[in-house]
């Protein structure tokens, strides 16, 4: 239990200053378990893949020393493991990286149609191992928004990615864009740019969508393993977008599929946005 010496300024009521401090040591401690929560759950990710890199080089030192087809065998996990491993560290490095830029909104004016083009164009064979076909949906011409190019286009491969993954095979996967010209109460205010990818798989119950921007949440972990999934890509996409102002919005339904939808202020709006914040 926090002790607090109240702090009563002299001439003051200082009711509400003490309030405040336990309110601020609440979320100070919350804070505080949840990075303790985070360093456990990061360091029981790489423990997995590393206790069975140990073990089959102590089992090809060993036992398994002169058989040709085991080591072919256990080459191929050791591969499997450090790409899992390397995989996890590059998402922990990205979501360090944003953490610390995400109080410097970016300042430079991008073209989002492009960024999500080229996302597309690097996942068509991934989509086309799984049979999924990726279509593309876009008008001719969108606002400029102002964003970092690396970290959307980081934010649409996590999107795209996953509606591969948890898509069915053989349906489409769709990204829509579109130019909203005036702002809706709960989102961004004024116009935006909206990216929504869709896709046809089994959904994910309501009880889960408010914690599936966390790190390391997974509705399915073993499913989002087997798939090669870090549990960290959604926390990515979350900081990039508060980072540019904009809003992640999940709409689900089981057995029919997933809408992510990212919403960015086009450019205009962002910088009315900043003037008015500051
Ligand atoms: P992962 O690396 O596990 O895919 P993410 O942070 O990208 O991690 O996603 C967190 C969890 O959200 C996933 O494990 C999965 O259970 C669920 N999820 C994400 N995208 C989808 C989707 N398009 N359809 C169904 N479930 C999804």
Do not use: W
């Not at 590059?90 to 995400?102: A, Q």
């Not at 499913?223 to 549990?231: H, I, K, N, Q, Y």
């Not at 990515?236 to 089981?254: A, F, M, P, Q, T």
Request: overall charge positive; charged content about 25%.
């Amino acid at each position: 239990q926090a002790r607090v010496k109240p702090f009563r300024p002299p001439g003051q009521d200082g009711g509400l200053l003490v309030l405040l401090s336990l309110h601020d040591i609440t979320v100070l401690k919350r804070s505080e378990q949840m990075r303790a929560d985070f360093v456990a759950n990061a360091s029981h990710e790489l423990r997995t893949p590393l206790a069975a890199l140990i073990g089959f080089i102590e089992t090809l030192r060993g036992p398994a020393k002169d058989d040709r087809a085991a080591h072919e065998r256990f080459l191929g996990i050791m591969f499997e493991q450090s790409n899992r491993m390397s995989r996890l560290v590059n998402d922990l490095l990205s979501l360090s990286r944003i953490e610390m830029d995400e109080h410097s909104p970016p300042t430079a004016e991008v073209d989002v149609g492009k960024i999500v083009r080229n996302v597309a164009a690097t996942l068509e064979l991934r989509a086309a191992s799984r049979k999924v076909k990726l279509r593309l949906d876009q008008p001719d011409s969108l606002p400029a928004v102002v964003g970092d190019e690396d970290q959307l286009a980081q934010v649409f491969q996590n999107l795209i990615d996953n509606a591969i993954k948890y898509g069915k095979e053989q349906t489409e996967v769709t990204v829509t864009l579109s130019a909203r010209p005036s702002g809706r109460a709960g989102t961004v205010r004024g116009p935006a740019v909206t990216v929504a990818v869709a896709d046809r798989g089994d959904g994910i119950a309501r009880t889960h969508l408010p914690r599936l921007t966390e790190r390391f949440y997974r509705v399915d972990p073993a499913r989002s393993r087997a798939l090669g999934g870090t549990g960290l890509g959604l926390a990515i996409v979350k900081h990039i977008v508060n980072r540019h102002r904009g809003r992640l919005v999940i709409d689900s339904e089981v057995g029919k599929g997933s809408t992510f939808t990212v919403v960015l202020p086009a450019a205009g709006a962002a910088a009315a946005e900043r003037r008015d914040a500051g």
